[in-house]
C-alpha cells in the first residue's frame, strides 16, 4: 500500500525567502503529483512528474522527482503572499481494483508573511 | 467552461442522521472519483465510478456510504446514518479519461460535513 508522508505540516515563511516541502513516498509509485488548495476553493493541478530526474518550474514554484530516493520536493523561490495555500503530494498506483488512485499526503499549510 | 461543482458546500447535521452530498462533473468526463479528508489526516479514496459503473470502491469506509452516479452524469454520496468520524471533506474530481493515461483529475472545492 502507497503511503505519502509531507513535511512540514506547517510552514510559515518571510516574503522573499527560500523553502523547500518534502514528500517521501513508501513503494513504487506510478507519477507524483503535487496540488495547491487555497481556503474554500477546489485543489488546483501544479505539477505531475513522470520519471525519475524530471524537474518541472512554473513561477517561483520547481517540482522535482527522485524515483530511487521515493522523494519529491517543492521548491519555493523568493515567496510571495500570494503563494500563500495548502500544498498537496500525492502518488498515484494501480489498486488491488485495478483503478488508478492518487494516494495524498496530509499537506503543507504554507503562510507567507510579510 | 464550468468546472466540478459540489453541493452543498457545508453541511451540519446531527449524529444518527442522514446527509447527501453531490458532484457535477465537467460535461463528458466518464471518470468521477470521491475522495475524503478527515480532520488532520490525508485526503483518501473513496471511490471511482467510470459512467454509471463503480470501478473501485475499496475505499468506501463501511456500508453507511453509498454512492450513485444514474445515467453517468452527477453523482451522489449519502451518509447513513452519519457518525461523528464522518466529519471531514469530501472532495470531487473528474476526467475524461482515467487518470494514469496522463489525463488531469480536475478537483471541486468540497464539501465539509460536520456531524454533531
Known amino acids: 500500500e502507497l503511503k505519502v508522508e509531507q513535511n512540514p505540516l506547517f510552514l510559515s515563511m518571510q516574503e522573499g525567502k527560500n523553502y523547500t516541502i518534502y514528500c517521501n513516498y513508501s513503494?513504487?509509485?506510478?507519477?507524483l503529483y503535487w496540488y495547491r488548495q487555497d481556503p474554500g476553493k477546489s485543489l488546483e493541478s501544479l505539477f505531475v512528474?513522470?520519471?525519475?530526474?524530471a524537474v518541472k518550474q512554473e513561477g517561483r514554484l520547481m517540482a522535482s522527482l527522485d524515483t530511487k530516493a521515493r522523494l519529491s520536493t517543492l521548491h519555493i523561490t523568493a515567496a510571495v503572499h500570494d503563494l500563500s495555500a495548502t500544498y498537496f503530494c500525492?502518488?498515484?498506483?494501480?489498486?488491488?481494483?485495478?483503478?488508478?488512485?492518487?494516494?495524498f499526503g496530509k499537506g503543507t499549510k504554507l503562510s507567507v508573511i510579510p | 467552461e464550468a468546472g466540478v461543482t459540489q453541493f452543498p458546500s457545508h453541511s451540519v447535521i446531527e449524529k444518527g442522521q442522514t446527509v447527501t452530498l453531490r458532484c457535477d462533473p465537467i460535461?463528458?468526463?466518464?471518470?468521477l472519483y470521491w475522495y475524503r479528508r478527515v480532520m488532520g489526516k490525508e485526503i483518501k479514496f473513496l471511490l471511482h465510478?467510470?459512467?454509471?459503473?463503480?470501478?473501485?470502491e475499496s475505499g468506501m469506509p463501511n456500508n453507511r456510504f453509498l454512492a450513485e452516479r444514474t445515467g453517468g452524469t452527477y453523482s451522489t454520496l449519502k451518509v447513513q446514518p452519519a457518525e461523528l468520524e464522518d466529519s471531514g471533506v469530501y472532495f470531487c474530481?473528474?476526467?475524461?479519461?482515467?487518470?494514469?493515461?496522463?489525463?488531469?483529475?480536475?478537483f471541486g472545492q468540497g464539501t465539509r460535513l460536520t456531524v454533531v
Open positions: 474530481a473528474s476526467s475524461q479519461r482515467p487518470v494514469r493515461g496522463g489525463t488531469e483529475a480536475f
Open positions: 513503494t513504487t509509485s506510478d507519477r
Open positions: 512528474l513522470l520519471s525519475n530526474g
Open positions: 500525492a502518488g498515484g498506483a494501480y489498486s488491488g481494483a485495478g483503478s488508478y488512485q492518487l494516494t
Open positions: 460535461s463528458g468526463h466518464d471518470n
Open positions: 465510478f467510470v459512467k454509471e459503473s463503480k470501478q473501485d
